[in-house]
Nanobody, 122 residues
């Protein structure tokens, strides 16, 4: 069992920056891949970024160049540094983890956090 707890969400102005954190506890063997997904009201849950234990990263086209995912293996924590934020980035952001190389497909992930709200507005 792995527990994931997100933090760092909140309101931010367009063009601003925000850093999300996701702390994992329990069996860290289940966190080969850690990822961020987001979901706006009435929309599907979309892939944002992922980071594997050995340092591979991947980003959705919509965030590439603006968001950076990083990982502290010693703390079993993954971060999402978001910059140049726009209204389209408003969503609930979810941390996810999987015990293998899970890719961009949400059903591949075994563990999920409860989400943290990011609201980008003037």
């Amino acid at each position: 069992q792995v527990q994931l707890v997100e933090s760092g969400g909140g309101p931010v102005q367009p063009g601003g920056s925000l850093r999300l954190s996701c702390a994992a506890s329990g069996r860290t063997s289940g966190t080969v891949t850690m990822a961020w997904f987001r979901q706006a009201p009435g929309k599907e849950r979309d892939f944002v970024a992922l980071h594997t234990w050995n340092g591979n990263t991947d980003y959705a086209d919509s965030v590439r160049g603006r968001f950076t995912i990083s990982r502290d293996n010693a703390k079993d924590t993954v971060y999402l540094q978001m910059s140049s934020l726009a209204a389209e980035d408003t969503a609930d952001y979810f941390c996810a983890a999987g015990p293998y190389y899970s890719g961009r497909y949400a059903p591949n992930y075994v563990y999920w956090g409860q989400g943290t709200q990011v609201t980008v507005s003037s």
